[in-house]
């Protein structure tokens, strides 16, 4: 279903000079990649045992900006970065099936969420005549969603691995991470 009812007839990818959709164009870098590509052997089981649960902002790099490596972590990522179910689910599988042990949550400056309200849902609804069974978790103050996110990790019963979770804002226009407390 489409989110903007109101523009049920506009094309769905934009096209460059030659023709090529965006995915078209990921297609092309993906035969590039493989014909490069030697397997790794790896299993499927993260080497260092962390999950990290991250915003889906495209200007947070994970692995560069942790310096990780292909099969190191799993990575988990949403609108905002925000410990939903869903989060839960994965999480719940990468500890109890893939053997991770600690949880890294990053939220970051300058996100998506901070502009937006709960009203966004009641606009869906109004203008598309459903409600969306989501909430939109929006936020105001970046250092308590990581809190409050931090806070539904640890308190999970269906996580077993919950003694190593820490939080952190990621700074766009320095790239540095700031801890976040999770007693203040
Ligand atoms: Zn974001």
Known sequence: MSISASQPSQPTSDRDHSGKTVTDRLVEANAKYASAFTDPGMDARPVLKVAVVACMDARLDLHAALGLELGDCHTIRNAGGVVTDDIIRSLTISQRAL???????IHHTGCGLLNLTEDFRHEIEAEVGQRPAWAVEAF??????????????????????????????FDVTTGLLREIDPQR
């Not at 053997?99 to 949550?105: P, Y």
């Not at 105001?140 to 939080?167: A, C, E, I, N, W």
């Open 99 to 105: 053997g991770t042990r600690s949880v890294v949550l």
């Open 140 to 169: 105001k103050d970046l250092d308590k969603d990581v809190r409050q996110s931090m806070q539904r990790v640890r308190t999970s019963p269906f996580l077993p691995h919950t003694d190593d979770v820490r939080g952190f804002v």
